[in-house]
């Protein structure tokens, strides 16, 4: 199992925020959620846009990662929750496509 999973509630205020079933107009901003221009993020203490920073240092130890069934288990898992999301855009597409219905 995955340490420090993300979950849907820990995103709550960035989607309200974020409002992407509206225009970009529409969407508020807060003192954690904003908009900032290039300048602004270089002005930043320690502002670096390198995502080398992502890298997981644990998945290097081969010995450290989880079996091949546990893997291949989330990959599963991942790819059949993205294929509902996609789901989701299709059929939300189809419909703004076709709003009445024929």
């Known amino acids: 199992m995955?340490?420090?999973?993300?979950?849907?509630?820990?995103?709550?205020d960035f989607?309200?925020?974020?409002?992407?079933?509206h225009?970009?107009?529409?969407?508020?901003e807060t003192d954690?959620?904003?908009?900032?221009?290039?300048?602004e993020l270089m002005a930043r203490d320690k502002a670096n846009l390198d995502?080398?920073?992502?890298?997981?240092?644990s998945l290097e130890d081969l010995d450290s990662l989880p079996p091949p069934e546990v893997i291949a288990r989330e990959i599963v898992e991942d790819?059949?929750?993205a294929l509902v999301e996609f789901e989701a855009v299709a059929a939300a597409l189809e419909g703004s496509?076709?709003?009445?219905g024929e």
């Open 51 to 57: 995502i080398t920073w992502l890298k997981d240092d």
């Open 15 to 21: 989607v309200d925020c974020y409002l992407p079933v």
């Open 23 to 28: 225009a970009r107009s529409d969407r508020v």
């Open 79 to 81: 790819l059949t929750a």
């Open 97 to 100: 496509a076709n709003p009445g």
């Open 32 to 39: 954690r959620f904003k908009p900032l221009t290039y300048d």
């Open 2 to 12: 995955k340490e420090n999973q993300l979950e849907r509630d820990r995103l709550t």
